[in-house]
């Protein structure tokens, strides 16, 4: 959901997960990384000889590379900073970076692929990779997995299993950025709060502590951002599941998305939380030190690291019956082209190895590398808080690799607003969102011929 990842502060605006890709012909839910649309080109320049050996290496005639993402943020410059290492390092390979808006994006990466005037690479959120790959935008992997010797075990698998589309790599994982529990210092010390509280019990006892050292509303729940990610992160927690096996149906109407849904309405219930929360305020709120916890993405540690405010994280609190947190993840892809240029994509293929390889620079704007050598290097664990929240890894989910999930995905976000307002009950909601949601599935599987 990201990104963001990390937000710019003028970045609230990006913390809007839920886009509509309209003319790209679905509903696309991602975490945003938004902000202005710049290009950049840096480097390159060479010899020019005749030859790649799947991936490792180029040495063919020197080519350029079209680059396009969505890191305008406070990520960007982390980025940019690679590809123009990158450029240095390869001197017939140019890549240039051209950056927009995620939803921008998403709506003109197929219509340019269409016409011939697509990037070469690119990066996909993990949860809009099955759309691409029904619709051809994007090319499979696997030979690039295979000549690369990329495999299950160099890679969280979670992580890796998720660019699986039929049978068949769409993208190579480049991170995870995972809901963590931000919480004031100052005010557990105020409130005799001694321990970081991981457990539901625990939780709610620091709640009644913080309203009695007068932090009257120490966890404001939000019905918009990220509420819809505290939803999956507890139905995941509480057992169940957002779809059945074959994602033809919705199950967070479950009675573990009724339980994980009344939770979050409770806050509010309960006076842990103002009613009608608007969008972000409960992020203000947190960095005013107006509230205690905060549940939200690793992406704003990057921006709480700038304040005085007295912040620390932990993975989410287990408040049902086993671990579970939601995650966003950036694949890296390369886009079909109308002609085939071998060279590009034997240069694109040598791209993606060396992004993925130097993770540990990318891991520095607020993110927790896909590769376990990376993940597990002294340099991750000395970056404080990616190396905390890092320790979700193995119990992180994402929904399905189906197309056009975001359509549905979009019910689900609907119904958690209309609950946290108190405007349907819980399972009202959930029924609701899950009945019009088995209506797109279903639409889903003609138009992406499934």
Known sequence: MTDEHPFERRSLSRRRFVMSAAGAGASLWLAGCGGSSTEEATGGGGDETTAGDGGKTYTGPKVDLAFWNGFTGGDGPFMR???????????????????????????????????GRGPDVGVMHVDTLATNAARNVILPLDDVAESLQLEEGDF????????????????????????GFYYNTAHLEKAGVSEVPMTREAHDEALEKLKGAGFEQPFWQSSTWPAHLMFMSLLWQFGGDLYNEDASQATWNSEAGVEALTWQRNLVEDGYSPPNVASDADYIAFKNEKNSFHWDGIWQTQDLAKTSLPWAVAPLPQIGDQKA????????????????????????????????????DWAKAGQVPARNSVRESAEFEALEHQSILAEQVDYVKFPPAVPGIGDAQAEMEAAVNRAVLGKQSPREALDQAASKSDKLLEDNKKKYGE
Do not use: C
């Open 325 to 360: 947190a939601w995650a966003g993840s950036h694949n890296l892809v390369i886009m079909r082209q109308k002609s085939a240029d071998e060279n590009k994509l034997q240069a694109g293929k040598v791209f993606l190895n060396w992004i993925s390889e130097h993770s540990i």
């Open 81 to 115: 900073e690679m590809v123009s290492q990158f450029n240095s390092e390869n001197k017939n390979i140019n890549v240039k970076m051209v950056v927009q808006q995620w939803a921008d994006y998403y709506q003109k990466v197929p219509t340019a692929v269409a016409s």
């Open 156 to 179: 969280a698998q979670t992580i890796w299993d998720a660019g699986i589309y039929k049978d068949q790599r769409y993208g190579i994982p480049l991170d995870m950025h995972p809901l």
